[in-house]
């Protein structure tokens, strides 16, 4: 079965620095997606980024990019000038492409905490 | 707009009762999914379903049921025989194709008292 590692239940940024956030997961498919959502204080979870594993670009979305490493297993977020409303929890979350298998499976999260 | 709505906002049971949470999506998605999460645990699935009059299992169904009657609706019936129900409880959907994540539901959070 497929297992998502956030090693980092926290971490803490200064507001307009960078930050990046880590996340493993082990599989052995060839094809699958990976995500990032964010849960801020409201607790509303927000898909953040998406990657494809067969697409070697990295997925970049405004403020947001991602760094896949696809034989490390590794998918980490980088978040670029950090805001206030960057403050939140944060899932790397695993889904197979395989028919039969379209769960989610989700890192136990990371509380990212954003310093004026 | 599309969503996926979830009620109640907060919801109050007594030990041995069973309570009903709702989820209703308008998205035409065919699967829906239901998570508990607690604090430190990340999320955990309770139920999920696929299609209409059929659902799964997921890691943590013991003390849950659920129904999928209709393709919009999938709520989730916590049972007296859940033994430690207080948590946050949220709510998913997704097209059947995998390259899509979930769209989530706001939560409901559930408090024995």
């Known amino acids: 079965a497929q297992t998502v590692t956030q090693s980092q239940p926290e971490m803490s940024v200064q507001e307009a620095e960078t930050v990046t956030l880590s996340c493993t997961y082990d599989?052995?498919?060839?094809?699958?997606?990976l995500f990032w959502y964010k849960q801020p204080p409201s607790r509303q979870m927000i898909l953040v980024i998406r990657q494809e594993a067969y697409k070697q670009q990295n997925a970049t979305e405004n403020r947001f990019s991602v760094n896949f490493q696809k034989a490390a297993k590794s998918f980490s977020l980088k978040i670029s000038d950090s805001q206030l409303g960057d403050a939140a929890m944060y899932f790397c979350?695993?889904?197979?492409?395989?028919?039969?298998?379209?769960?989610?499976?989700f890192g136990k999260g990371m509380k990212l905490t954003v310093n004026p | 707009d599309g969503g996926i709505t979830q009620s109640p906002k907060y919801l109050f049971r007594k030990e041995g009762q069973n309570v009903t949470l709702s989820c209703e999506q308008n998205l035409n998605h065919d699967a829906m999914y239901w998570y508990r999460q607690d604090p430190g645990q990340g999320l955990r699935l309770i139920y999920y379903s696929q299609i209409v009059n059929d659902f799964q299992k997921g890691d943590i169904a013991e003390g849950y049921s659920v129904s999928r009657e209709k393709k919009e609706s999938f709520p989730l019936t916590v049972t007296s025989a859940q033994k430690n129900p207080t948590a946050f409880y949220l709510c998913?959907?997704?097209?059947?194709?995998?390259?899509?994540?979930?769209?989530f539901g706001s939560g409901t959070r559930l408090t024995v008292v």
């Open positions: 998913a959907s997704s097209p059947l194709s995998t390259r899509h994540g979930y769209t």
């Open positions: 979350a695993y889904r197979s492409s395989q028919g039969g298998s379209e769960k989610l499976v």
């Open positions: 599989t052995s498919e060839s094809d699958y997606y």
